[in-house]
């Protein structure tokens, strides 16, 4: 046979050129399976800050998939979910030199209670601070991930404990999950630019007028940086001092309520970063500029960070304002507003030196200390080191409105007591000004809060043609006049942080079946064969069997 | 070891081709070459059927859950094609009943499993994702083996001029049965929502029972002269 197959074989080839060339592309082209599930998976920081490294620092995978409570978690591709998260699971998971961990969150976190919550963002800064050549992923739960998660753990559990025959069996046919990313190695991101925005409004009377800055960081930061949403911090402060500048340009714009102070707002980026957007800012204000509203008078520096929830005010200073100066005035306003207008509003001072051995500054008015600005730092929490400031678990569940649009309310007055000088012309404690048509927009507030929440305002996602930053200038240039934008670049041959891509991957889970498998089926396949064999060898017996049942019916005719 | 997997789901889906061929005495008849024009012939009828479906038969507007009964039926009384290329393919062999049955199935059978089972196996189990279908596959190929093998031997035997006249309407049920086999399993699938291992059988036991009525019945015709 093959003799004649190959004869006709060749008369065929000579013509058939073009089909055998098809064929050769058929062959050769690269394999594009369809996987059992495909989903989006985020993956931890990863950044240099000062030298310093943080983060997962790989991000291919292409591992079979376990669960932590398995044996052998080496070269796999670890699977947690939220609710059994732990320090230790994730320190076993390292040290037995998994492939890859993913955690799964559920899609919907008040879902989860609020101690495994608060045990995650506790955990946080752990999970950066050790540096890991472990691709570390996030993922959001739906139901195939979660049936991909149970057979899983079913397969990965039994394991250990029943007979040999079992585990044989259960080898052989069990469905196993291979992960597979289909991106390229994480790497640095060359040239990226941090974007700041400024505008101001000028005060009436000339020259040499006081300036009142106020600051708000507008980045998130998290353990995962798609997923950071910074509702609390710093969505609110942005909101807020958004929300100011449109009641102050208001006052700004009648004659008779135009005050004599320049107010200067200034949304920095990269404040997560240890505020390089502010950093860069009085570098070129303060030492390239000639004149520069900072350099010469500026009364106080007031940053925003975290007003968007509880009952207390906290005013960090790393100086404490002496007598007669205007930090002392605003901060003397500030407790009288709280006093009479909102006694359920405990306000307080909180006072913390600079560390300049610390890796980090701790808040925004340090930047403005080292420059030797008067600055201050207005925020509900009590210390800079609050999980809170660094969760990805800061989404808009956790700002409340009403007592965001108190605390806007308090700091608007109390400004306002400065700027017109109120209480030296004896105006009392109980007297509103931003009431009726000038008052505090709770459906401002809400609005803000709900954009700048609704997608991941890490510093890697914004780069300075994003949507968030433009509207941010719009927003700003529609109350302020003079609105810059300002970009921080990092130094070339030192940089103070660089950022690294491949932040967002897709994940497929492809099911898969042990080897032995594959030789279990062979030797069906083999049996099957070797019967059909058989049966068509004696193929002549059926033949004769019928031949003998349709006989004697012939024979009767 | 997927290659590997590719490799099975092959092995099931030729070797009993293979073995056929080498059992039933053909290659003693040099018959490869009237193989391969069988499988000339069946890529003409199957370019013939496409073209008349797309000309004349407009595609089915409904919603995704109603099975559209009529079309699908006038789709399959175009496979009676397949009946008229068997017909040609066996009157251009000379030889004994058996011979000019066997080189027309054998051929046409193995055009079919060529065309449309090679590359979903190459593509689809030399992936990484496992799925049953490969297998299943490849069963489906042997059930057409014998599907064809008896479809020829009906078709001769509706041919044939000294056919008795009690045979002509057993013989004409077995010929519907045969072209309508496809219809008929797409219709018990959805009604009664067969799994598709299930399916696979009960397509196996209808192939059985057509050769086995078609054989009893050659076996007649051919002992009873």
Redesign the interface.
């Known amino acids: 046979m093959f003799e004649e197959a190959s004869e006709v074989l060749e008369n065929m080839l000579k013509w058939s050129f073009p089909l055998s060339l098809v064929l050769f592309l058929v062959l050769v082209c690269p394999l594009r399976a369809e996987a059992a599930h495909e989903f989006s998976v985020y993956r931890m920081q990863q950044y240099d800050l000062q030298g310093q490294t943080y983060g997962s620092r790989n991000a291919i995978l292409n591992t079979e998939a376990r669960t932590v409570d398995a044996e052998v978690l080496s070269r796999r591709c670890v699977m947690v979910r939220l609710a059994d998260f732990s320090y230790e699971k994730y320190q076993k998971a390292l040290r037995q030199s998994a492939g890859a961990v993913v955690i799964i969150l559920p899609q919907n976190m008040s879902t989860m209670p609020q101690d495994i919550v608060q045990q995650f963002m506790e955990l946080e800064p752990e999970l950066l601070a050790t540096e890991t050549i472990v691709p570390v992923y996030f993922a959001l739960e739906d139901e195939e991930l979660l049936s991909i998660y149970t057979q899983t753990q079913i397969s990965s559990s039994s394991q250990g404990s029943s007979s040999a025959a079992e585990v044989l069996l259960h080898t052989a046919t069990a469905n196993g999950f291979q992960m597979v990313t289909s991106g390229a190695q994480s790497k640095a991101v060359s040239d990226w630019a941090i974007t700041s925005l400024e505008g101001r409004l000028t005060g009436a009377g000339g020259e040499d007028l006081p300036t009142i800055v106020l600051v708000a960081h507008y980045d998130s930061f998290g353990v995962a940086p798609w997923l950071s949403y910074g509702a609390d911090s710093n969505g609110s402060g942005v909101a807020v001092l958004l929300e100011l500048a449109r009641l102050f340009s208001r006052l700004y714009s009648y004659k008779r309520t135009h005050a004599g102070y320049n107010l200067l707002f200034f949304l920095s980026g990269g404040g997560k970063f240890n505020y390089q957007g502010t950093k860069r800012w009085l570098e070129d204000n303060l030492d390239h500029t000639d004149s520069s509203l900072l350099q010469d008078n500026v009364a106080f520096v007031l940053c925003l960070d975290t007003l968007g929830n509880s009952d207390n005010l906290h005013l960090h200073v790393s100086k404490p304002p002496k007598e007669g100066s205007p930090q002392h005035a605003l901060l003397r306003e500030l407790e009288t507003v709280a006093a009479h207008q909102h006694p359920d509003l405990k306000f307080s001072m909180v006072h913390k030196k600079i560390n300049l051995a610390d890796d980090t500054l701790a808040w925004e008015h340090e930047r403005f200390g080292i420059r030797r600005l008067p600055a201050f730092t207005l925020s509900h929490l009590e210390s800079h080191r609050s999980p809170a400031r660094h969760s990805i678990m800061d989404m808009r569940p956790h700002v409340d409105l009403t007592k965001l649009s108190r605390n806007t309310k308090v700091i608007a007055e109390a400004l306002a007591r400065v700027i017109y000088n109120l209480t030296e012309k004896g105006v009392g404690g109980d007297l509103q000004i931003f009431t009726e048509q000038m008052q505090v927009q709770e459906d401002q507030l809400a609005s803000l809060v709900d954009w700048l929440t609704a997608q991941p305002r890490a510093a890697q996602l914004l780069d300075k043609d994003s949507s968030i930053v433009n509207t941010l200038e719009y927003y700003l240039s529609r109350y302020l006049k003079d609105v810059k934008r300002h970009l921080v670049r990092a130094d070339k041959r030192d940089p103070e942080f660089v950022f690294y891509d491949q932040l967002k991957q897709t994940m497929n889970a492809y099911r898969v079946k042990p080897a032995i498998f594959d030789l279990l089926l062979a030797v069906c396949i083999a049996s099957y064969l070797g019967v059909l064999y058989l049966a068509v060898q004696n193929f002549g017996l059926l033949y004769g069997f019928l031949r003998r049942v349709t006989a004697p019916r012939v024979k009767q005719h | 070891?997927t290659l590997?997997?590719f490799?099975?789901c092959f092995?099931?889906a030729y070797?009993?081709y293979f073995?056929?061929?080498?059992?039933?005495g053909l290659?003693e008849y040099?018959a490869?070459?009237r193989c391969?024009q069988a499988g000339a012939t069946y890529l003409f009828v199957q370019l013939c059927k496409m073209l008349f479906l797309a000309t004349f038969f407009p595609t089915w507007e409904g919603g995704a859950g109603v099975y559209d009964f009529v079309g699908e039926f006038m789709k399959a009384t175009v496979d009676l094609a397949d009946l008229l290329g068997l017909h040609l393919v066996m009157s251009r062999n000379a030889g004994k009943g058996e011979y000019k049955i066997m080189v027309a199935a054998m051929g046409w059978a193995t055009a079919e499993l060529i065309m449309s089972r090679c590359?979903p196996l190459?593509?689809?189990a030399?992936?990484?994702?496992?799925?049953w279908k490969y297998?299943q596959m490849s069963f489906d190929s042997?059930i057409s083996l014998v599907h064809y093998i008896a479809m020829a031997a009906v078709v001769w035997m509706f041919t044939r001029y000294d056919l008795p006249k009690s045979f002509r309407l057993p013989v004409t049920i077995l010929l519907g049965l045969c072209v309508y086999k496809g219809f008929l399993m797409e219709l018990f699938v959805h009604v009664f929502l067969l799994g598709s291992w299930t399916a696979l059988l009960v397509k196996a036991v209808l192939t059985g029972a057509i050769s086995l009525c078609s054989?009893?019945l050659f076996?007649?015709l051919v002992?009873?002269n």
């Open positions: 070891m590997f997997h490799g099975n092995s099931l070797f009993p073995i056929t061929y080498k059992c039933s290659s040099n490869f070459w391969v590359i190459w593509v689809g030399r992936g990484i994702e496992f799925d297998i042997n054989l009893f076996v007649t002992h009873s």
